[in-house]
């Protein structure tokens, strides 16, 4: 297997996702907290009232918040997934045909698993 990853290139793209999940773990936390707010606010509300007028705009918020959690939740194992793949050797590798993804593709998007190509097929 011919490896275009030489050490230096690993190390850069180690800083790169290690970086990338420092900024999604803070962005997780912070939904987090902010689905706690509206979890509170909710039992509140519900407590509270039987007609109250907040009822759907909470729940509206609620299903956004959730959304937006599991986003940045996938987008945490995203990263972890593409640091194992580095670790393994197989960072860089297209999982669907096998060849090797561009550098710049992966300096774009660091967690990528795809081609370009197959990329374009997928989506
Ligand atoms: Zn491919």
């Known amino acids: 297997m011919t490896r275009t990853f030489t ?4 190390e850069k793209f180690e800083r790169l996702l290690e970086a990338e999940r420092t900024e999604a773990k803070a962005r997780l936390a912070e939904h987090l907290e902010g689905i706690d707010e509206v979890r509170v606010a909710r039992s509140d509300a519900a407590a509270d009232d039987e007609h109250d007028p907040e ?10 918040r959730t959304a937006v959690l599991a986003d940045a939740e996938a987008e945490v ?11 393994q ?6 999982e ?3 060849k090797p993804i561009t550098v710049a593709r992966l300096e774009a998007r ?6 370009i190509d197959c990329a374009r097929l997928v989506r």
């Not at 009822?55 to 956004?64: F, K, L, N, R």
């Not at 050797?89 to 297209?94: I, K």
């Not at 660091?110 to 081609?115: D, E, H, Q, V, Y």
């Open 7 to 10: 050490p230096d290139r690993i």
């Open 55 to 64: 009822g759907p705009t909470m729940t509206q918020e609620w299903s956004q």
């Open 77 to 87: 194992a995203d990263v972890e997934r593409a640091l194992s793949r580095l670790a």
């Open 89 to 94: 050797g197989t960072y860089g590798t297209c």
């Open 96 to 98: 669907r045909c096998g």
């Open 110 to 115: 660091p967690t990528a698993t795809l081609c």
